[in-house]
């Protein structure tokens, strides 16, 4: 089953960060349901369910987006999932982020 905008928006809802989200509910959506997809074959992370993914790497990426300083760059090193340095992006695009991950299997180098 795959995520849904409207499952992000209630989620969002729970902890009162609707205006931080409320532009990009169906690209956090889409990223979850990457994240599903790759975590099957690369064991990005060991949540596999949705409900606790949304919560945890979604919801709480919106989070460090909501309360993220005004600056014009950010570095989220240690990304491996993209989390938070893509929420961070996707909600905050006046913050130039780039991720870094050093471990093999989850190398992530971008810049968003």
């Given amino acids: 089953m795959a995520i849904t905008p ?11 960060l609707d ?4 532009p990009v509910l169906d690209r956090l959506a889409a990223y979850g349901n990457l994240l599903l997809h790759w975590n099957a074959r690369f ?6 369910d949705e409900v606790e993914l949304i919560e945890r790497h979604l919801v709480e990426g919106v989070f460090a987006a909501a ?13 491996g ?3 938070p340095g893509l929420a961070i992006a ?3 695009p006046e913050i130039q982020v780039r991720s870094e991950e050093r ?3 989850k190398e992530c180098r ?3």
Avoid: K, Y
């Fill in 6 to 16: 409207a499952q992000v928006e209630e989620a969002v809802a729970r902890w009162g």
């Fill in 19 to 22: 205006s931080t989200a409320a």
């Fill in 43 to 48: 064991a990005l992370t060991s949540i596999r």
């Fill in 67 to 79: 309360h993220h300083p005004d600056v014009l760059t950010a570095l989220d090193f240690g990304s």
């Fill in 81 to 83: 999932t993209g989390v």
């Fill in 90 to 92: 996707l909600c905050r």
């Fill in 103 to 105: 471990r093999v299997g």
């Fill in 110 to 112: 971008s810049r968003w």
